[in-house]
Structures are given as C-alpha cells and as structure tokens.
C-alpha cells in the first residue's frame, strides 16, 4: 500500500471521504514495466484508458510516451483534449463512431469492430488502410462478464467471417495493415498465449496485415492468494512466436499491447471512513458499514472483484471477522462477497473496526472511478487526488449537491 497511515489520514481532512488517491509511482512503475515487454520487430504500449481516464494519469502516460486505445467517441476527445497526437490513439469500439470522418481526418486510428463498421469505414475512406478487430473464436476473463472473445461475445469481427471483411475491404479499396483482437480482462495466461497464437494464424491469412495488437487483459494480483500476470514472461514467448511467424511468412510484425488493468488497478485506492458497526447476533455477521461502496468502487457488487480493505488504527485491536458494506440502500451495495461466490459474504479478518475509523480500500485505480454508479442514493461522486511522493494534488472536485441536480428540468 502506497499511502502512510498520516498520509491516510491527511487525505481525509482536507478533502474529506471517500476519496479516491493515485500514486504517482506506483503509475510510472507499471508503465515502465510494460514498456519493457519483450518484442521481436518493434512494439507500441497503447494504455486503454477506460480503465481511468483522470487527465493527471494521462498526462502522465503522456510524458512516458504510451499510445491510446480509446472506447468510445468521447474518450478520444478526452485523449486529444490531454494532449496526445491524433496518431498515437486507436479507436476501438462496441459503438459505430459518431465523428469518424473528423477522427480519421485529423490522423486517428480506426479499428473496425464488425462487418458495419468496416463497411461505414470504407464507404467514408475508399482505398485507406484499416485496423479489424477479430474475435479469434476463444475467451477468458476473471469472470464471464469480463470475457470478450469466443461464441458467447459480441466484439469483433468472428473469426469465420474473415472472408467477408475481405471481400468488403476490397469492395472498397481497403488494406487490412492492421489486426486487433482482445480477448477479455483478467484472462488465464495460458489462454492469452493461446489466443495470441490464433490470433497470428489469422493474420497469417491476412497478407497486408504489419501491426498485430493483441489488446489487454493481464492480471493483476489485488489480494493474497491472487497471481499477477508476469508480462516478461508472455511477451517472451509471443516473442518467439513472432520470430517463427517470420519463418514461416517472411513477414515481421510489429506487436502492440493495450492493458488497461496492469498499468492502474495497484496505483489506486480509495480513503474512507467506518460510519457505523451493526452485528447480526451470535450466529450472525458483524457488518462495518464505510461512506464508500457500490458508488466508487462497484466491481465486487457487479463480478464479485476482491479488493483489499484496511483499517487503519494505531490502537492494539483484537481481530474480527467483519463484512464490509457500502451506504446504499441496496443489499447488493458491498465490498467483500466471498472469493468465488458473487452472491455469498467474505468476512475478513481486520482490527474490530469502530465508528470513525479510517479505511483504505486497495486495487481501486482501474474501473473504479471510471465505472462507478454515480448519485445512486443521490450522493455526490467522490473526488480524485494525486499522491505523488507525500504531497497530495486534487484532480478532481468532489462533485457538489447542486451538480447532482443540475441537469433536471423543472416546469
Ligand atoms: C478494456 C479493453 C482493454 C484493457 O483491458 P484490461 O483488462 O484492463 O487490460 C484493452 N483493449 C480493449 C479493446 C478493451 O476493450
């Protein structure tokens, strides 16, 4: 954990909780990491920056000189409006873009998610090159909601269908330079390797094809008991791959990556506060009840996520199986389902917590604050703050009560 207990505490009383804090570091770190992912003939680090889109961690990918995968029209707005080149951003989404004359016109990259979207592509840029995205017939992820390759996902364009997008392409005078596929988030190294390989098959059958990005995906170890991905490990024997793809083809490909979770999920936490302790007798739960849940932090309501949770208190306390819940009314507004069981409660062992307590909520730096069911139960969305060597920089206000309402339209 990155935060001291005095930093903790220091967060709380100048910008109140929950509060969700980024460390600098800790983002440079995975970065540079990543950046050293073993390659054959050249290699881009493209950040999916739906994971956290604040602007201070993408200014700071920025300045280490990553690429983008934005999801979504917006995101690449965001993405230019931080300062990236239109060059450095790829476009990938479930979405057919709203602006893909003016992305495309000023240098943005597309990549054709389905049949449609290549055909839109070509009917705006006959005789461009072009990204598919291909769902190369396997998946894996944490959970099932969080795969997105194989039968069961609608991303991509399904591998079988290849020869339509190529009859499409070349309706339109299209080259098919660039092939992407991703496969889900959390997914099992054994079938990311896997799927790396099928995936080089199909490219094998795409002649133009130069650029293989092969998405995110890798895990990341936010508990005891959980294993992160080691990106050496995979790069080097994709690595390999691409040598003997070469081999076979002649042709040398140049690899990207675009993890989202490796690069954020360890950088962040979320600082809050213990608002109540109830119990539910002898044969019962006893229940802390925090001023975060489900609000900032909805991945272990939505997948069953694990996230570690820390009471922080100097006093000797002794320890106590404890639930930790969220303040929504909603039963489902918790943050320790049980490992394995979405629906079932976790109890962990922590000093018995007390009213007041602060609470350090760990692994919150991807899809936390970017996925958030903000203003449920009306409570205002929770503020962003950089912790860059204990100094402490607000990047995003807390939103205010009139800002929750402002969008109503009275009579
Ligand atoms: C979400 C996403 C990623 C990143 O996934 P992680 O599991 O966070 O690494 C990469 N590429 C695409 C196309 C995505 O949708």
């Not at 949770?309 to 918790?334: M, Q």
């Not at 995003?396 to 929750?404: I, W």
């Amino acid at each position: 954990m990155f935060l001291s207990a005095a930093t903790a505490a220091g967060v709380r009383e100048r910008f109140g909780t929950p509060c969700y804090v980024y460390d600098r570091a800790t983002l440079e770190a995975s970065a540079r990491n990543a950046l050293s992912f073993p390659n054959a003939f050249g290699f881009t680090l493209r950040y999916a920056m739906k994971a956290n889109p604040n602007h201070a961690v993408l200014r700071l990918f920025l300045d280490l000189g990553l690429h983008i995968d934005a999801s979504s029209d917006h995101e690449v707005e965001r993405a230019l409006r931080a300062g990236f080149q239109p060059g450095k951003i790829q476009l990938t989404s479930q979405a057919p873009s709203k602006n893909l004359k003016a992305h495309v016109e000023r240098g943005v990259l597309y990549n054709a998610c389905s049949l449609r979207q290549l055909e839109n592509f070509g009917e705006a840029f006959p005789g461009r090159e072009v990204s598919i995205r291909v769902n190369p017939g396997l998946g894996s992820g944490s959970t099932n909601r969080t795969n997105v390759g194989g039968p069961g996902s609608s991303f991509g364009i399904w591998h079988e269908h290849l020869g339509e997008a190529r009859e499409l392409a070349g309706r339109h005078g299209l080259r098919i330079t660039r092939m992407h596929s991703h496969i889900g988030s959390g997914t099992d190294p054994v079938v990311w390797k896997r799927c790396a390989r099928m995936s080089l098959g199909i490219a094998g059958q795409l002649p133009e094809v130069k650029v293989l990005n092969l998405g995110g995906g890798f895990k990341v170890a936010r508990v005891p008991g959980e294993k992160s991905t080691d990106l050496q490990d995979v790069g080097e024997n994709l690595r390999q791959e691409f040598v003997e793809f070469r081999q076979r083809t002649g042709r040398a490909l140049h690899l990207e990556i675009e993890p989202g979770t490796a690069l954020v999920a360890n950088a962040g936490c979320i600082v809050a506060t213990v608002i109540d302790v109830v119990d539910t007798g002898k044969d019962g739960y006893l229940f802390a009840k925090l001023d975060t849940g489900m609000n900032e932090v909805t991945r272990p309501s939505l997948y069953g996520a694990q996230h570690p949770i820390d009471v922080v208190t100097a006093e000797e306390r002794p320890l106590a199986k404890t639930v930790f819940v969220g303040p929504c009314c909603e039963s489902g507004d918790i943050l320790t389902p049980a490992p394995g069981d979405p629906e079932g409660l976790g109890p962990r062992d922590v000093p018995r917590p007390k009213i007041g307590d602060l609470v350090v909520v760990g692994g919150a730096g991807a899809y936390c604050a970017a996925m958030s069911t903000i203003n449920y139960n009306s409570y205002p969305q929770a503020p962003e703050v950089l912790h860059d060597d204990g100094s402490l920089r607000l990047v995003r206000r807390r939103q205010t009560f009139e800002q929750v309402l402002q969008n109503e339209v009275s009579e």
